[in-house]
Every structure is written in structure tokens, then in C-alpha cells.
């Protein structure tokens, strides 16, 4: 398999390991053909997007046992779907990224330049 790619076109970094996240539940916002919904954005949370997203129908704070999903917090990484990430950008709810750790298909979906306006990397 080949190495995957970030959105600066350097090696893809994980994401985080603790909660365990990616598509593969292997810390990596890793993508593919099973992946519908494009979860390539590695993004920290916050208490605005956490609530933004709840309220659009994606509770990302609640735990779910039976899924080993422990319900994420503010500061945690987690890899978002690049639609909810794009769309929480446009209300003014986006939360910061690790342009490291995001993979470079988010590019066909968001611009490069809106993605480093919520870097948590010091970028040009």
C-alpha cells in the first residue's frame, strides 16, 4: 500500500491514538473507497463545534459503549468527515486542524488556503 498524503503533500502523521480515531480506528484519518463520508480532516475539538455538530445530528460528546466510542471532549483529535468540517467552516464553527495529520483528499472538498485560517501549525 502506498504511503498516504497530507494536504501539504508530505507524509500523512496520525491523528490521535487516544481516543483512537480514523475511518480504520488506526489513528490515522486514512480514507478509501468504503469511506463515504470522507473522515480525512484531523481536527481538535472544541466546545463551539461540539455543540454545532450535535445540534446538526452527530453527537460527538456522548459515549456509545456497544460502538467502543468513548464520546470526544474539548482538546481531543478526532478525524471529522471533510462535508461536516467544510459546513461547520461556513457557519463559523470550525475547529482548529493539524494540517500533518489531514489527508490530502480533504482538497477536493475544501481549499488549502480555508484550512490553514484554522491551523494549529505554523504554516505560510
Known amino acids: 500500500m502506498d504511503k498516504a498524503l497530507n494536504v501539504l ?3 500523512l502523521i496520525d ?3 487516544s481516543p483512537m480515531t480514523g475511518f480504520y480506528r488506526d489513528g490515522c484519518c486514512k480514507t478509501g473507497a468504503e469511506d463515504f463520508g470522507t473522515h480525512t480532516v484531523c481536527a481538535q475539538m472544541t466546545e463551539e463545534f461540539l455543540t454545532y455538530t450535535k445540534s446538526k445530528g452527530n453527537d460527538l460528546s456522548t459515549p456509545i ?3 467502543n ?3 470526544l471532549k474539548v482538546g481531543d483529535f478526532w478525524c471529522l468527515c ?3 468540517w467544510k459546513e461547520a467552516f461556513e457557519a463559523g464553527k470550525a475547529p482548529n486542524v493539524n ?3 489531514t489527508h490530502e483528499k480533504t482538497l477536493q472538498f475544501i481549499k488549502l488556503e480555508d484550512l490553514k485560517k ?3 501549525e505554523n504554516v505560510d
Request: proline content about 10%; aromatic content about 14%; charged content about 5%.
Open 82 to 84: 471533510a462535508f461536516r
Open 9 to 11: 503533500g508530505s507524509n
Open 69 to 71: 466510542f468513548p464520546g
Open 65 to 67: 459503549p456497544v460502538y
Open 15 to 17: 491523528c490521535s491514538v
Open 99 to 101: 494540517l500533518n495529520a
Open 118 to 120: 484554522h491551523t494549529i
